[in-house]
């Protein structure tokens, strides 16, 4: 496995999210895979509400995985991963009832399960499979 970036930028991850915030106008949770670390960032509710969110993201990861992100969602995870010079991104937006955006880098294809799993139970969840 990769070892953890000694130089990782928590002020680049909280911009990212911040803008994330601002143009999706909905919850944001943003996974980033640093080495063999889960860092997660979140807009405030989006942190408040982590653990719910990552469990309905497993519960219909299938579903999440078939939508194709619209032009601006792919465009914001190309940039963000640009920033954090790290490929393996994957950005959750939530908006109004439960309507759930999953959108990743392309480092994080084929991942995203086990990325949702390690930042579960970062967060203290339990797994799923």
Same mark, same amino acid.
């Given at each position: 496995?990769?070892?953890? %970036?000694?130089?990782? #930028?928590?002020?680049?991850?909280?911009?990212?999210?911040?803008?994330?915030?601002?143009?999706?106008?909905?919850?944001?949770?943003?996974?980033?895979? +640093? /080495?063999? !670390?889960?860092?997660?960032?979140? %807009? =405030? %509710?989006?942190?408040?509400?982590?653990?719910?969110?990552?469990?309905?993201?497993?519960?219909?990861?299938?579903?999440?995985?078939?939508? &194709?992100? +619209? &032009? &601006? &969602?792919?465009?914001?995870?190309?940039?963000? %991963? =640009?920033?954090? !010079?790290?490929?393996?991104?994957?950005?959750?937006?939530?908006?109004?009832?439960?309507?759930?955006?999953?959108?990743?880098?392309?480092?994080?294809?084929? !991942?995203?399960? #086990?990325?949702?799993?390690?930042?579960?139970?970062?967060? /203290?969840?339990?797994?799923?499979?």
């Amino acid at each position: 496995m990769a070892e953890e %970036s000694q130089h990782f #930028d928590r002020s680049a991850l909280q911009a990212v999210v911040a803008a994330a915030w601002e143009e999706f106008e909905g919850e944001v949770l943003l996974l980033v895979r +640093d /080495g063999s !670390k889960m860092r997660l960032g979140a %807009s =405030e %509710s989006g942190g408040l509400n982590a653990r719910a969110i990552l469990s309905q993201c497993l519960r219909r990861l299938n579903q999440l995985e078939e939508q &194709t992100p +619209d &032009t &601006t &969602t792919r465009a914001f995870v190309r940039v963000v %991963s =640009e920033e954090l !010079k790290n490929d393996q991104v994957v950005l959750l937006i939530v908006r109004g009832h439960g309507d759930i955006r999953l959108a990743c880098g392309a480092g994080a294809h084929g !991942k995203v399960r #086990d990325m949702l799993n390690d930042a579960l139970q970062t967060i /203290g969840g339990e797994r799923r499979r």
